[in-house]
T-cell receptor, first 113, second 114 residues
C-alpha cells in the first residue's frame, strides 16, 4: 500500500527564522501530485503548496517552498521568515491518480516569539 | 464568497442513533469528499463522489452512508453500525477528481457520543 510518513510529530522555530518539515512517501507510480496542507486551531484545512511529480522545479509560494527529491521519495516543506500565524498542524499528502488523497499523520509547528 | 459549509459545528449522538452531517458547496465543483480525522492521525477518506448520483467507498466506509442528489450537497450519515464515531469530520470538494485539481475543505463537524 502507498504510504506517507511524517517523522516529526512536533517542531518549533523562533519567529523570523526558517524551519523545514519532513515528509517521505512510498510509491511505485511515476506520475503523481504532492501537497502540503496547513490546519490552524480553527481546524480548517488550507492548501499551502502543490508539486507535480513530473516537474523538476521545486514549487514556491511566497515564504513557502518545497524540496522535492523524487528518487529519494522525499518532499519537505521549508518555511522562511516564520510568523506567529504559521503556527498550525501541517499535513503532507499525495494523490497517486486514483482519485483520493493519502495524508501523513501531521507535524505540529510552534512559533516562538 | 464561494466556499464549503458544514453543519452543525458540534454534534452529539446517542447510542443506536443515526446522525447526518451536512456539507454544501457553492463552488460549482463536481467532486466531493468526506474525511475522518482522529487525534494523532491524518485524514482518512470515508466516501467520495465524482458526479451527481454517483459515489464510491473510501478507506473506512463501514458504518457510514452518503447520497449525492444535488451537485451542491453531499450529506454523510453516521449509522449505529459505526461503533466508534467520535471524531472530527471534514468535507472537501474539487473541480474534478485527480491531483491536478486541489481539494478545498470546510470547517468541519465534531461528533461526540453522549
Amino acid at each position: 500500500a502507498q504510504t506517507v510518513t511524517q517523522s516529526q510529530p512536533e517542531m518549533s522555530v523562533q519567529e523570523a527564522e526558517t524551519v523545514t518539515l519532513s515528509c517521505t512517501y512510498d510509491t511505485s507510480e511515476s506520475d503523481y501530485y504532492l501537497f502540503w496542507y496547513k490546519q490552524p486551531p480553527s481546524r480548517q484545512m488550507i492548501l499551502v503548496i502543490r508539486q507535480e511529480a513530473y516537474k523538476q522545479q521545486n514549487a514556491t509560494e511566497n515564504r513557502f517552498s518545497v524540496n522535492f527529491q523524487k528518487a529519494a521519495k522525499s518532499f519537505s516543506l521549508k518555511i522562511s521568515d516564520s510568523q506567529l500565524g504559521d503556527a498550525a498542524m501541517y499535513f503532507c499528502a499525495y494523490d497517486f491518480g486514483n482519485e483520493k488523497l493519502t495524508f501523513g499523520t501531521g507535524t505540529r509547528l510552534t512559533i516562538i516569539p | 464568497d464561494g466556499g464549503i459549509t458544514q453543519s452543525p459545528k458540534y454534534l452529539f449522538r446517542k447510542e443506536g442513533q443515526n446522525v447526518t452531517l451536512s456539507c454544501e458547496q457553492n463552488l460549482n465543483h463536481d467532486a466531493m469528499y468526506w474525511y475522518r480525522q482522529d487525534p494523532g492521525q491524518g485524514l482518512r477518506l470515508i466516501y467520495y463522489s465524482q458526479i451527481v448520483n454517483d459515489f464510491q467507498k473510501g478507506d473506512i466506509a463501514e458504518g457510514y452512508s452518503v447520497s449525492r442528489e444535488k451537485k451542491e450537497s453531499f450529506p454523510l450519515t453516521v449509522t449505529s453500525a459505526q461503533k466508534n464515531p467520535t471524531a472530527f469530520y471534514l468535507c472537501a470538494s474539487s473541480i474534478a477528481t485527480g491531483g491536478n485539481q486541489p481539494q478545498h475543505f470546510g470547517d468541519g463537524t465534531r461528533l461526540s457520543i453522549l
